[in-house]
C-alpha cells in the first residue's frame, strides 16, 4: 500500500522560508518519480516540481525556479521542498503526488495523493 503523508506548512511572511516533507511509503525512489503540486480555490492543480531516478532528475515549474529545491532522502523515503523567498501567490495548499512513471506536470498522471498541507505567505 501506498501512503503519502506531508509535513511542514503554515504562516510566514513573504521573502520568508519554509520546508516541506513528503513521508512516501511503498514507493522505489529509483523507479518512482514524486512531484510537489499546488491548488487554491476553484484553480486547478499546479504543478511545483518533480524528482525522479534517485533523485538524479529534478524539475521546477518557471514561477519557483530560483526560488525552491526539491530533493529527496533516500534512506528515509521522504522528498523535501525547500521553499524560499516566498511570495504571497505562492499561499495554496501543497500536496505531494507519487507515479509509478516519470514525471509529468499533468496531476492526473499521478496515482497516489497525500493529503495536503496549508502554505500561507503574508504580505
Known amino acids: 500500500e501506498v501512503q503519502l503523508v506531508e509535513s511542514g506548512g503554515g504562516l510566514v511572511q513573504a521573502g520568508g522560508s519554509l520546508r516541506l516533507s513528503c513521508a512516501a511509503s511503498?514507493?522505489?525512489?529509483?523507479?518512482?518519480?514524486i512531484g510537489w503540486f499546488r491548488q487554491v480555490p476553484g484553480k486547478e492543480r499546479e504543478g511545483v516540481s518533480c524528482?525522479?531516478?534517485?533523485?538524479?532528475?529534478?524539475y521546477y515549474a518557471d514561477s519557483v525556479k530560483g526560488r525552491f529545491t526539491i530533493s529527496s532522502d533516500n534512506a528515509k523515503n521522504t522528498v523535501y521542498l525547500q521553499m524560499n523567498s516566498l511570495k504571497p501567490e505562492d499561499t495554496a495548499v501543497y500536496y505531494c503526488?507519487?507515479?509509478?512513471?516519470?514525471?509529468?506536470?499533468?496531476?492526473?498522471?499521478?496515482?497516489?495523493w497525500g493529503q495536503g498541507t496549508q502554505v500561507t505567505v503574508s504580505s
Open positions: 524528482i525522479y531516478n534517485s533523485g538524479k532528475s529534478t
Open positions: 511503498g514507493l522505489t525512489f529509483g523507479d518512482d518519480a
Open positions: 503526488a507519487g507515479t509509478r512513471f516519470s514525471c509529468s506536470w499533468y496531476f492526473r498522471a499521478y496515482e497516489y
